[in-house]
Nanobody, 122 residues
């Protein structure tokens, strides 16, 4: 079973940047798709970005395209999400997830981190 630990959340002003990290416990990390999801108060969880096991494919939600970048470091069993030009509407709990299926399909994800809060202020 893959265990995931997120870090890097916090409070930032609109227009600022944050980088989220997600460390995986297993070497199988190298063969699974990884994704970042978020859930804002009163809203359903949504996929934000995802990356294939090889790192060769990436998906972004329309709301973050051009602002967020997902990447992975196989040597460190870690996936990152660089978030730039943050907006108030990016405020949410961000979750890292791992799965064996197609990286841009939300049902592929079976393992979840505990979540990290990102708050964007005006």
């Amino acid at each position: 079973q893959v265990q995931l630990v997120e870090s890097g959340g916090g409070l930032v002003q609109a227009g600022g940047s944050l980088r989220l990290s997600c460390a995986a416990s297993e070497r199988t990390f190298r063969t699974v798709a990884m994704g970042w999801f978020r859930q804002a108060p009163g809203k359903e969880r949504e996929i934000v970005a995802a990356i294939s096991w090889s790192g060769g494919g990436a998906f972004y939600a329309d709301s973050v395209k051009g602002r967020f970048t997902i990447s992975r470091d196989a040597a460190k069993n870690t996936v990152y999400m660089q978030m730039n030009s943050l907006k108030l509407e990016d405020t949410a709990v961000y979750y890292c997830a791992a799965g064996m299926g197609v990286y841009y399909v939300t049902s592929s994800y079976k393992y979840w981190g505990q979540g990290t809060q990102v708050t964007v202020s005006s």
